[in-house]
């Protein structure tokens, strides 16, 4: 194994950033409810402020507090009822001063000349229009103030949020109908073998399953991409080539996802390198699993390639670990939440390698993280476990009981 | 506030699935990718062993490993080299017998006689067909056994689960490419109120915006639910009993969203009486904010009815707390992960109701749930929180350092 000629993943991922720049999503329009789950495109402010008048947070009759003093059941304010605020109908020439009181609904506009609300419980209106108060009140007592909700120019949302329903109640609120969100970025996704058969069928000798882009398109979806087509080549480079260069004409990635082995890796190099001007920018990563890895970059077409290694644990937490971040990265995504746990076992690295250990999460005094050991090839381990922790290039390994902080699957 | 009329939450909900037993979920059938994020609606079991005969895992050369003894650097063993395994053919006719070795890649079955395989780093082939090898080898070295990955009859998920990517990508390798999944419930969403304008409206005196119609869909979406159609509707009992005798002919679920004064909730609570053949269920429930929560069910149609209360932060959390809940029971959903943090601050509860609060999640020696405190009606502090916990109805409040089960916003 010859570490000098592969990239960390951090290398790795820098240097497919610099050409990512060329490939920025661009933003489009959402509606409300289109906008469930979208990306923010740019930072979002109100231009109003909410509430836009000072409201009732109670049905009460809106009084001036200075005139109920030391209010009591024994000994009651009595003011005045001089009118009723009706919601949906235009109160604003109502008013309520010393000595008045106006009825008020909660959400309610309060009334010029009020300074707070009672609530009905402590009021008792007579039938000679006098109202009867029993409590006392502190000015600004259950009302809201202008702006206090939500005030103009305030930020609502920073680019980058990923807006769910209670971000689409506060934009209902501010009146805000369409957002810019980043239109996704559209991948094809190649799987490359003479051994390989669609899901559907049943591998006769020597012949295997289609894993790769299913996980692949699966996953892109998952984090709202655009998966333009999905397809597979027999190994031949003519054809393959022939699908890269249709795929280049639509496509702001190419996934191209080919076997494991040795060969298969050069022949994933040769093709990048025939189809991208820019040519292979990394040819094998330090990672376990995940070491044949290559990327490319298509400048005329603007197109960037990633080839991926077979297994499938490996092109699942290669695609994770560059290509998602990536995209997290142009669309100024926020990290992800880690869940900090303590690791059950021993767990070993790979020296020099970036390590990514499957864990399955339980409680036991706390949140445990128990690895999910794989051979290589595996499937089902992916599925088994809830996340996963890296242990750095230069990280011997993790004994039972570290902190471990865990990536969880979505 | 008079507690003896109100349901527990616990109670509002246990009634209420007694007539969702009368609405429960169909099935339907979903291909491999349309099925990513959807609730799997039965076990899954293979029916295939993964991998279907012994794969080798390098690139190597398959052996019998008595005989290679101590093999070294030193003094190889020799072996006739006897064919070679490619991908994509057929190369079951191939033996690797006693003094025997055969050529496999990565992911290529290993040849009856071998039972073993020595990565092609130590293997060195002469011109003459001979191989020299240069280590020993234990029985099962680099191979997977059939089964061992995924074995015949293994229950891969259980019912319930949202199946994710890794799942799509093991489905695909079993040859699992259709599986059946449930059918959303569908849902028409009212808003009724004088005062409502639609979002993108300027709210003239006494008007406000329509805010929980978009929230609850929003939520709805978010759970893969089917939202029908959002109506909002004036305070005229005519009009609403129309939209609700249409919705009740194609939805599951009418949800009711009114104002929150007392009126609003009595007419509410007639409407949902007069729609209704089994009438209202539930009449006020004891969570704080939830209260003026309704729910009622029409059996000739097989309706489900809830009134929600008129702040968005409390509309949102009773759907949540009641309708979605219901759904994951209904769905077999595991209960949603909670993230154990402890609060930064003294928080009330409200005597004889369960209480929610929302908190924002900071990192302060360890992850600290900061309280968001919302006056009643407000709605960006759902946005700038992360989630709720709960204080149950007999608990008096949580201390500063308290541990507390945040519930997080998906």
Not at 158 to 168: E, F, M, P, S, T
Not at 278 to 285: E, F, M, Y
Not at 371 to 381: D, L, Q
Request: aromatic share 4%; hydrophobic share 40%; net charge negative.
């Amino acid at each position: 194994m010859n570490l000098l000629s592969v990239d960390t993943i951090s290398e790795a991922t820098g240097k497919l950033k610099k050409y990512a720049e060329l490939i920025s999503p661009g933003t489009e329009n959402a509606g409300l409810i289109q906008a469930v789950g979208r990306i923010l495109a740019s930072d979002l402010s109100s231009l109003e402020n909410i509430p836009p008048y000072r409201r009732s947070i109670v049905d009460g009759y809106a009084v001036c507090s200075q005139d109920l003093g030391a209010a009591s059941d024994m000994l009651p304010t009595f003011v005045r009822i001089t009118g009723e605020v009706t919601l949906g109908k235009d109160s604003s020439g109502l008013s309520s001063g010393p000595g008045q009181g106006v009825y008020v609904p909660t959400g309610g506009e309060i009334p010029e000349g009020a300074d707070s609300v009672v609530m009905v419980e402590y009021c008792e209106a007579f039938g000679d229009g006098m109202l009867a108060v029993s409590r006392p009140a502190s000015p600004g007592e259950n009302i809201v103030q202008p702006g206090e909700d939500i005030h103009k120019g305030e930020l609502l949302f920073r680019k980058g949020r990923k807006l769910c329903a209670q971000d689409i109640g506060t934009m209902a609120a501010a009146g805000i109908t369409s957002v810019p969100v980043y239109a996704p970025w559209k991948l094809t996704i190649i799987s490359t073998g003479d051994e390989l058969v669609p899901p559907e069928a049943v591998p006769g000798p020597g012949q295997i399953r289609d894993v790769n882009s299913y996980t692949i398109a699966a996953r892109s979806l998952e984090e709202g991409l655009c998966v333009n087509r999905m397809i597979a080549v027999k190994d031949d480079r003519e054809s393959i080539l022939k699908v890269i260069g249709q795929a280049k004409e639509d496509s702001d990635i190419i996934v191209i996802s080919g076997g494991s082995s040795k060969g298969k890796k050069d022949m994933s190099s040769e093709l990048i390198e025939a189809s991208a001007d820019c040519g292979v920018i990394t040819h094998g990563i330090a990672a376990k699993p995940g070491k044949p890895t290559i990327t490319g970059f298509d400048q005329s077409s603007r197109t960037m390639f990633i080839g991926l290694p077979g297994h499938p644990a490996a092109a699942l937490m290669v695609f994770e670990q560059i290509l998602i971040r990536i995209w997290h990265d142009m669309t100024a995504q926020p990290e992800e939440r880690v869940i900090r746990a303590k690791a059950a076992a021993n767990v070993q690295s790979a020296p020099g390698r970036r390590t990514f250990q499957l864990v399955r999460l339980t409680e036991n005094d706390g949140i445990e993280a128990v690895p999910v050991f794989a051979k290589s090839g595996m499937i089902s381990p992916m599925s088994r476990s809830d996340g996963y922790f890296v242990m750095s290039e230069n990280q011997e390994g993790v004994r039972a009981g570290d902190p471990v902080d865990i990536h969880l699957w979505t």
